[in-house]
């Protein structure tokens, strides 16, 4: 759904325009495509590595099927898990580890079993978490900056066209049209930045603090496991990032 905002944004456009008048083949131009987007692009190359722009682009697919992030399902597994502790030990744990949707879930109940203390535990998952996050924060800077540079290679695309547009100053007849087609520049340097690049970064972002918070909330569970709390406390704990309220 995410993504059908970018075609009710354009189509918006098209749609003013043909009611204005204006015909929207005038938009098609492939210098000011070149020079918005092209520009554009080589100037994030020089900001960002490749290994990022290639994951910035991967990123970009959560607008069209984002990562499943089911909180419920999560809270189910950590409590059945401290429930099979407490009346098994845990060591009997190696057995939820299939069980698991995610690495980070894996890897820590790993840890419980391998005997891992709770405060060495928890700096351990807390320490994945933030070093995960500086890995992903350059995917959603790299549509911000993206976004950034097109208005700008807008403005150069347009003053290349009024240059060429000043050559015909003899010819009346032609002069009106280039005008026309250098501000398409503009128009693509705008559209680029305020419907395809700025509200993709955001929407990356928002997804990126969604699977935080639900590692935050896997590493308070297991972090529970480990100290041996009644499953009534793991509740309350996963009360604060699910909003629901515990059973009394």
């Not at 820590?108 to 995960?132: H, P, R, S, W």
């Not at 924060?137 to 540079?149: D, I, L």
């Not at 009024?162 to 250098?182: F, N, Q, T, Y």
Request: charged share 15%; net charge negative.
């Amino acid at each position: 759904m995410n993504f059908l905002g970018i075609f009710l944004a354009i189509g918006c456009i098209l749609t003013s325009m043909i009611m204005e008048g204006t015909h929207p083949g005038i938009m098609l131009n492939l210098p000011a495509f070149l020079v918005v987007v092209g520009a554009s692009f080589s100037a994030c190359v020089v900001q960002f590595t490749i290994p990022q722009i290639l994951s910035g682009f991967k990123c970009y697919l959560w607008l069209l099927a984002p990562p499943r992030i089911n909180m419920a399902a999560q809270v189910e597994l950590l409590v059945s898990m401290s429930t099979t502790a407490r009346q098994q030990g845990l060591l009997a744990l190696e057995n939820s580890i299939g069980s698991a949707n995610d690495d980070f879930t894996r890897d820590g109940i790993q840890m419980i079993v391998d005997g891992v203390d709770k405060d060495t535990l928890f700096a351990l998952l807390e320490n994945a978490i933030e070093i995960e996050h500086q890995k992903e924060e350059p995917y959603a800077k790299f549509w911000e900056s993206f976004g950034g540079y097109s208005p700008t290679m807008g403005i150069i695309g347009a003053v290349l066209g009024l240059i060429h547009a000043m050559s015909l100053l003899d010819r009346p007849d032609l002069l009106g049209p280039s005008i026309a087609v250098a501000f398409v520049a503009t128009i693509y340097g705008l559209v680029t930045a305020n419907i395809v690049c700025i509200p993709a970064s955001g929407r990356i972002k928002t997804v990126m603090g969604e699977l935080a918070l639900y590692k935050y909330m896997t590493l308070e569970g297991l972090v529970s496991i480990a100290a041996g709390e009644n499953t009534m406390m793991m509740k309350r704990r996963m009360a604060v990032y699910t909003g629901e309220k515990a059973e009394q």
